[in-house]
């Protein structure tokens, strides 16, 4: 069954495409595509309608979990508490550049030292401070920042600080930890409404706001509902089938919510971990592996490796994650007992044990039993968790947005939804069914 399915009208939206062998308007790749109906623009606006209803809805239950009224805090006040800064203190480290203290003009490559996941303790703001989230990053004052206008190559010097708390803003949305946004939000100036859409600078694409928090839950929790019901393509006569993995929809959707090279990367966290998909994996500007093979897609017009277009749908769904470089072996949560019990039965004991792992930066990166394979029965229970991630976290941003002064988020919300499912199903002979005039 569909996720939600006795709310959301999955089928009526299902109804609105074909699965396509080959679809002209995608170099005859496999894909969905829009059927030729003058019904479906009707059907198309009552789906989303029902599902932004959804949202809205299930955002203001969410927000009865809390305080009806939040005060400003002070300026000193500690608003992300310990145990807070303790859950999303290893999400920080992923994105926050780690200062190994080498020599800049020492060649050599510096040793990777394991972590140690601790609270800041320099509550002096005099003090040097190298932790991944520091004393001061955690009082309301940081949370005071606000994005400003910088010139091309001056983002850094202009709103390093401001970039910083605002993706500790996204970590909280992340973990689920909405306490200290919405006292953030109390702030009268507060600036978050303004770095909702950003870029590094205007020459760049927009990027590094805190809308992809909510853009690529979308994205993925459309997709996979549509291809669940299609049941050919993932169930043939009660056996599991991976045919899903090969539609053009499915590879691109992946690859847009996972790919490296973002400004900020914190949106791509949790759909990488459920699909598997390593940093480097996909990046921006792409270049196959197999140049050779893929000779007659480049540009002939530059120096440049540039493609004619990306195969989606042309290649199956393990040459797709193998397309621009060949995937390692992703470990799942069972991998690292084993792992560790085998250093150990080397007669290293379990606290070195664990720092080879962390050296080695063996931990889990996928969340699927069966790798690659989302429909399989056996990980069921954990596509349903994701679904159940994806839709927590369009309702979280949907909740801090009716925080933040001056924010229209239901209408953000809705133009979100349909930059979705254009850059998704859009094709020109489609145009109308997503723009009707």
Request: hydrophobic share 35%; aromatic share 12%.
């Amino acid at each position: 069954m569909a996720h939600q399915a006795g709310v959301l009208p999955w089928d009526t939206f299902a109804s609105i495409f074909e699965l396509k062998d080959a679809n002209p308007c995608q170099h005859d790749a496999k894909d969905f595509h829009p059927r030729d109906d003058p019904d479906n623009s009707k059907r198309l606006s009552d789906f989303t309608e029902t599902l932004l209803r959804k949202a809205f809805a299930d955002a203001r239950l969410e927000r009865t979990k809390y305080a009806e009224i939040y005060e400003a805090p002070d300026e000193n006040e500690v608003i992300v508490t310990d145990e807070v800064a303790k859950r999303i203190t290893s999400t920080i480290e992923r994105w926050q550049p780690e200062d190994d203290g080498s020599d800049l003009d020492d060649e050599s490559t510096p040793v990777k030292h394991p972590r140690r996941r601790q609270l800041c303790p320099h509550t002096n703001e005099s003090d040097i401070c190298k932790c991944a989230l520091p004393f001061k990053e955690r009082k309301m004052s940081a949370f005071q920042r606000s994005l400003t206008y910088n010139g091309c190559h001056e983002f850094e010097s202009v709103n390093g600080e401001a970039f910083r708390n605002l993706e500790i803003v996204k970590t909280l949305l992340l973990h689920g930890e909405m306490e200290p946004i919405l006292r953030a939000c109390a702030y009268p100036l507060c600036g978050l409404g303004a770095s909702w859409e950003e870029a590094t600078c205007d020459c760049m694409s927009p990027d590094l706001g805190w809308d992809r928090m909510c853009l690529f839950p979308i994205q993925i929790y459309i997709m996979l509902n549509l291809v669940y019901c299609f049941p050919e393509t993932w169930d043939r006569n009660g056996s599991p089938i991976d045919n899903y993995g090969d539609i053009k929809t499915y590879q691109f959707v992946i690859r847009n919510c996972t790919r490296s090279s973002y400004a900020s990367e914190i949106p791509t966290y949790p759909h990488r971990k459920f699909f598997g998909i390593e940093k480097g994996q996909f990046n921006l500007y792409p270049e196959p592996y197999d140049l050779a093979r893929w000779i007659h897609i480049m540009k002939r017009d530059d120096d440049f490796n540039d493609m004619e277009y990306y195969p989606f749908g042309l290649i199956s769904w393990q040459e797709f994650y193998n397309f621009e470089k060949p995937i390692g072996y992703q470990p799942h949560v069972t991998d690292i007992p084993q792992v560790r019990a085998m250093l150990c039965h080397k007669s290293l004991p379990v606290e070195l044990a664990d720092m080879i792992l962390e050296t080695a930066s063996y931990t889990p990166k996928r969340s699927l039993p069966v790798f690659g394979k989302p429909f399989h029965p056996q990980n069921r229970a954990e596509l349903d968790r994701y679904l159940d991630q994806c839709w927590q976290l369009i309702v979280r941003c949907i909740m801090m947005g009716y925080e933040v002064p001056h924010m229209d988020i239901e209408f953000l919300v809705r133009e979100l939804v349909k930059q979705c499912l254009w850059e998704t199903f859009g094709c020109e002979c489609a145009f109308r069914l997503f723009f009707p005039a």
